[in-house]
């Protein structure tokens, strides 16, 4: 069984930045790929960004050049650098792994419990 926990949420001001960190609690043998999504109130649940095992990454348009995805192997983390953020990426983001824990495995996808970002003055 595999946890993933996230931290880094919050309430900061327009402008401002969060980091989000979600750390698996073991190692996997291989990752397809890691994401962030979030779900704003009302609003379906959307991809952010994403990074895949050969480290190619992609964004949603409306956080282009705001957020950046990274991971450490080293350490099953993987990160989400929110800068200028603005009211609209209010919402409860969530972490994503896609992988297989051991050779002989299935590919299983693992969901972090949400934390929630709030952008207001």
């Known amino acids: 069984q595999v946890q993933l926990v996230e931290s880094g949420g919050g309430l900061v001001q327009p402008g401002g930045s969060l980091r989000l960190s979600c750390a698996a609690s073991r190692r996997f043998f291989s990752i397809n790929a890691m994401g962030w999504y979030r779900q704003a109130p009302g609003k379906q649940r959307e991809l952010v960004a994403s990074?895949?095992?050969?480290?190619?990454?992609s964004y949603v348009n409306s956080v282009k050049g705001r957020f950046t995805i990274s991971r450490d192997y080293t350490k099953n983390t993987v990160y989400l650098q929110m800068n200028s953020l603005k009211p609209e990426d209010t919402a409860v983001y969530y972490c994503?792994?896609?992988?297989?824990?051991?050779?002989?495995?299935?590919?299983?996808?693992?969901w972090g419990q949400g934390t929630q970002v709030t952008v207001s003055s």
């Open positions: 990074i895949t095992g050969g480290g190619t990454t």
């Open positions: 994503n792994f896609e992988g297989r824990v051991g050779a002989g495995s299935y590919t299983m996808t693992y």
